[in-house]
């Protein structure tokens, strides 16, 4: 059995996805304690032109004493310390892919000390309209080691393998845990505070040109980890990011436009936490600023949404 935590675009994705290819699927709401069973009709349109359809089951954590089989995380990482701990006892020996977004996301499994942990890397955009939702990849999307007491990556990635969601292989997935964040930390800082989609960066050599700073901020830090990531290189992802995914919109601004709380924290917050580390906070001044002022507007625009109309 596959259990998928976090019933949004990626988790209604992932699973239609798998149940097409004749994976057993169940659907948790990781944002909600105790709610019926039911099973729903769930619709997704891959690459905005073809439909797929399943019927996929969908429960919350208090229908399962345990979990057995593969636990995947496509919740929000911001609920990782509360979802570890409700997770704790129900896992045991069961992998626990997490398909988040940021830094030091696995921290929370790793103090718990969950003996099966794995780090996935999405790319691939997904967004819930009137009529389900859309998703288009960007690339095969690795998963790679955080811990593990045995060989099963290869048996875990075919596993989640279909040719509307593939995966593969990653045998040093931290160089791309960081450059997946550099990546998110330009797109989630700056197009919700320009209320634009992704495409802005191919279209706009000014948007663009702040978008290499951050990205040569971010790239001081990972060095300072012993990271080694090249400028011309990332620049480059973010350009083909934006040109593949011209039109959608970032996360951060689906979830600041629908009242719900962001990621911002484990993307340029992360980021800044690490330079404070090496005493290096002075060189993300502008990856600092652009994290507090999404924060910011986040508070700004839930408190909106939560005034009696």
Known sequence: MIYIIGAGAVGKSLAV????????????????????????RIEIWYNNQEALVQEVEVSTLNHHSELEGVVVLTNKSYGNDEL???????????????????????????????????????????????????????????????????TQLDALVELLNTPYFEFRTEEFIEKIIWEKAIANTVFNSICPLLDIDNGIFHRDPQVFGLARKIIAQCIMVAHAEGISINQEDMEARVL???????GSLISTLQDMRNGRETEIDTLNGAIVEVAQKYNQEH???????????????????????????
């Not at 996805?17 to 729903?40: F, W």
């Not at 409700?86 to 969950?114: A, D, H, Y």
């Not at 083909?240 to 011209?246: P, T, Y």
């Not at 060189?283 to 839930?302: D, F």
């Open 283 to 309: 060189v993300v001044e502008e990856t600092k600023l652009l994290g507090e002022l999404i924060r910011m507007k986040s508070q700004l625009m839930r408190k909106h949404n939560n005034q009696p109309s």
């Open 17 to 40: 996805s798998l149940k097409l290819h004749q994976r057993d699927v169940t659907i948790i709401r990781g944002s909600v304690d105790q709610a019926d069973r039911y099973v729903e």
């Open 84 to 150: 570890a701990r409700k997770l704790e006892g129900k896992t045991s020996s069961s992998p626990v892919v997490l398909l988040q977004n940021g830094l030091g996301i696995e921290g929370p499994f790793w103090e718990r000390l969950f003996p099966e942990i794995y780090r996935g890397i999405l790319f691939l955009s997904g967004e819930k309209t009137v009529k389900g939702v859309n998703y288009t990849p960007v690339a095969d999307s690795p998963i790679g080691v955080v811990r593990s007491n045995n």
């Open 240 to 246: 083909h990011i934006s040109k593949k995914s011209d």
